[in-house]
């Protein structure tokens, strides 16, 4: 009991830094630089369909780290936002090396995999997820903790 617990709770602290970076990210995107910016942003780096690409990153960054946040289609929105995260990670910070304070990849790998651990364990007990398992009679889908 204590070890499901605590592996819960473990994963709900990863989804709500994971996913208060992401809403972070996707208010910036929507609000501060605003869309046209991301656009131009995305042209210079010579990225396909700017205008487009634009937008969808944008709003899975906000909406797939409230979705992180809450538990809910955890999976999916795991999946969504590593996706977002390797595209950043192979367009615009791999040619800057490793190094975070140099525009490297550090920070977005972090992401990317921080993102695709609760994709492939779901989002444990507390989380929307659950409840909704629970009211269908099934059990939340939450890894049990491995015994040496």
Same mark, same amino acid.
Request: hydrophobic share 55%.
């Given at each position: ?20 970076? %992401? ?18 942003? %995305? ?24 979705l992180l946040v809450l538990g809910l289609g955890t999976r999916i929105a795991g999946i ?8 950043a990670l192979v367009t615009a910070h791999l040619p800057a090396g490793f190094f975070a ?24 007990? %507390? ?18 903790a491995a015994t040496a």
């Amino acid at each position: 009991m204590f070890q499901r617990t605590s592996t819960s709770a473990g994963l709900l602290l990863l989804r709500l830094a994971v996913g208060g970076i %992401f809403i972070a990210h996707g208010a910036q995107k929507l609000f501060v630089i605003g869309l046209p910016g991301v656009q131009q942003m %995305f042209e210079g780096m010579g990225l396909p369909a700017p205008a487009i690409l634009a937008p969808v990153v944008a709003l899975v960054e906000l909406l797939g780290g409230l979705l992180l946040v809450l538990g809910l289609g955890t999976r999916i929105a795991g999946i969504a936002l590593a996706v977002v995260s390797v595209g950043a990670l192979v367009t615009a910070h791999l040619p800057a090396g490793f190094f975070a304070q140099d525009g490297g990849i550090e920070f977005t790998l972090l992401l990317a995999v921080a993102s695709v651990v609760p994709a492939l364990t779901g989002a444990g007990a %507390f989380s929307i997820d659950a409840v909704i398992a629970s009211r269908r009679g099934q059990t939340a889908r939450s890894p049990r903790a491995a015994t040496a």
